[in-house]
């Protein structure tokens, strides 16, 4: 049974950087896809970050150059390291595992989720 767990949102001013962190259980870590994905209230889940196969990332456009995407196959950890955090970065963020492996952003892709960790940024 494949298990993520979310953790290290908070509250920052616009400027600030938080480091998400997800430990999956029950999944082939190094040989996976995953990805980042967030949720702000009324709007639809976005894809954020991904990491795939080939261990090249893939960031939404709204998001690079600030955000970077990361993982330790040791620990079973995938990270997103947010930095220059800005209002609109608001959201409930999930991180997430696909199935069958695809370079891709869209939700729909991905079968497996964590809880969710919510991330707020006040100007």
């Known amino acids: 049974q494949v298990q993520l767990v979310d953790s290290g949102g908070g509250s920052v001013q616009a400027g600030g950087s938080l480091r998400l962190s997800c430990v999956a259980s029950?999944?082939?870590?190094?040989?996976?896809?995953m990805g980042w994905f967030r949720q702000a209230p009324g709007k639809e889940r976005e894809g954020v970050a991904g990491?795939?196969?080939?261990?090249?990332?893939t960031y939404a456009d709204s998001v690079k150059g600030r955000f970077t995407i990361s993982e330790d196959n040791a620990m079973n950890t995938l990270y997103l390291q947010m930095n220059n955090l800005q209002p609109e970065d608001t959201a409930m963020y999930y991180c997430?595992?696909?199935?069958?492996?695809?370079?891709?952003?869209?939700?729909?892709?991905?079968?497996?989720w964590g809880q969710g960790t919510q991330v707020t940024v006040s100007s």
């Open positions: 997430a595992a696909q199935r069958y492996c695809s370079r891709s952003l869209h939700k729909n892709s991905y079968a497996y």
């Open positions: 029950g999944y082939t870590f190094s040989s996976g896809c």
């Open positions: 990491i795939f196969r080939d261990d090249i990332p």
